[in-house]
Each structure stands twice: as structure tokens, then as C-alpha cells.
């Protein structure tokens, strides 16, 4: 069972036996926003009692560059279902930081939830979505928050959302990316027909800052591109003129 709570300012979420607090401001994916560190995600993980599983370590070849890009979570639940997390996190020069969360529910087979009482839950949670769309057997709902520009409005996936906040960076620089700023959260229901209804059956959602994403790659790239040029001039200092 599925159950919201909103009050004039907060929303009290309640998920099978684990409850947290939502800024209207600060949309989340189970307790997870943007910008949280690495620690700030392990510790809010833990306490909703996902197990963390592996981490992605990324390299760029030529530097010193190294990070963890990414760490992998689940939780099982006989009675809610499984769940996998996926969180992304900003790369150097920049402070890790929480950039994209993507979660996985699969329903067991002691879980029932209407398909209308999740999508309504999902409405009193982020308000209505910017847009919405129906297949035969489930909906996508997106939602852009804090979105300071018009450029990206028109984009109805977060990561149509995300794709067009890069290109803008890298037509206009990093200030460009303010025609894109926001958070995207996606939510992709999916439901098997039941002699009472439809029963949700899957649920695929994510929550990406749009700013962080498409200023880190710029920053990134720049970061790579200035340690290869200085070791490239390390090396012109040391070589020797073959012998003629």
C-alpha cells in the first residue's frame, strides 16, 4: 500500500514501513536529493534499509583523473517487492555530489497496488506533471522544478530534459545551462490488468539535476584537457633533439 500525506508545506511519504520528509522545493526518490555527498547517500540509504551492492570507478586515460561515478543499491521486501538504486554522482573537479538517482520496483506477488492509487500518490507528492503519457499498459509522468529557462520545457523525458541542458552548454558555455536549470524527476508506472483493475506491476523512476549535468561534463572535459596539455609541455621540456 501506498500512502501520501501532504500538508500547506511538507509532504510526509510513507512506503511500506519507511517515512521521510519532502521539500517542495527538494524533490526526492526515496529520501535521495540532488546534491547529497556520497556519505549523506549511504547513511539515507542504510536507514530506509537498502544494501549497498557496488560502485562504478571511472578513469580518464592519460591523468591522474579518478572517481566514483556511480554506487548500486537494493532492498527486498516480501510484502512491498525489490528494489535496485542507481545514484550518479558529479565528476572531478567538482565535489561528489548526487547529480542522478535511477529506481527499479518490481512488485512481489503479495503486493497490490492499484494502478490510479499510485499515480495519484505520485500527484500528491510533485503536484501535476509538466506532461504525461499513456500506453497500453502503463503511464510516464515527468516533472521539471525550479526550471529557470524556457528552452528545455518542451522535452518530455528527463533525459531529453538532460541531453538538451548539455547541448546548450556547449553551444553558450557553462552560464548557458541556465536556460535548462531544474531537476527532471520521470516516473514510468507499468500495470497488469487485474479482475479488480489494474494492479501496478513495475516502476521505473528517476531524478536528474539538469545544471549539475551539464556544467560537470563541460568542467570535466576542460579539467582532462588542461592536465594532458601540461604534461604534454613536461614532456617538450625533457626531450632531447635526435642525434644528427
Known amino acids: 500500500m501506498v500512502d501520501f500525506l501532504k500538508p500547506a508545506f511538507a509532504a510526509i511519504v510513507v512506503f511500506g514501513l519507511h517515512s521521510f520528509v519532502w521539500a517542495a522545493d527538494e524533490p526526492d526518490i526515496v529520501g535521495l536529493t540532488a546534491g547529497l555527498s556520497p556519505e549523506q547517500t549511504e547513511s539515507v540509504l542504510t536507514n530506509a534499509g537498502f544494501a549497498f551492492t557496488k560502485s562504478d570507478i571511472l578513469s580518464i586515460t592519460g591523468t591522474e583523473i579518478s572517481w566514483t561515478s556511480a554506487s548500486y543499491y537494493s532492498r527486498q521486501r516480501d510484502r512491498d517487492g525489490y528494489e ?4 550518479t554522482y558529479t565528476s572531478p573537479p ?5 547529480w542522478h538517482v535511477k529506481r527499479e ?6 503486493s497490490v497496488v492499484p494502478f490510479e492509487t499510485m499515480i495519484n ?3 500528491a507528492k510533485y503536484g501535476n506533471p509538466s506532461s504525461r503519457r499513456d500506453a497500453r499498459y502503463g503511464s510516464t509522468l515527468v516533472w521539471h522544478f525550479n526550471d529557470g529557462g524556457q528552452k528545455c520545457k518542451q522535452h518530455s523525458s528527463a533525459n531529453a530534459f538532460i541531453n538538451a541542458g548539455i547541448a546548450e552548454v556547449k553551444r553558450g558555455g557553462p552560464d548557458a545551462a541556465l536556460s535548462c536549470a ?7 508506472v507499468q500495470f497488469n490488468d487485474s479482475p479488480a483493475g489494474p494492479v501496478v506491476s513495475r516502476m521505473i523512476a528517476t531524478l536528474a539535476d539538469v545544471r549539475a549535468r551539464a556544467t560537470d561534463e563541460a568542467k570535466l572535459n576542460a579539467y ?3 592536465i594532458l596539455r601540461r604534461k604534454q609541455e613536461e614532456q617538450m621540456k625533457d626531450s632531447v633533439a635526435p642525434e644528427l
Open 84 to 87: 535496485t538504486l542507481t545514484v
Open 94 to 98: 567538482s565535489t561528489p555530489a548526487v
Open 105 to 110: 520496483w518490481q512488485r512481489s506477488s503479495q
Open 121 to 123: 500518490s505520485l500527484v
Open 182 to 188: 531544474g531537476i527532471a524527476v520521470d516516473y514510468n
Open 224 to 226: 582532462a584537457t588542461e
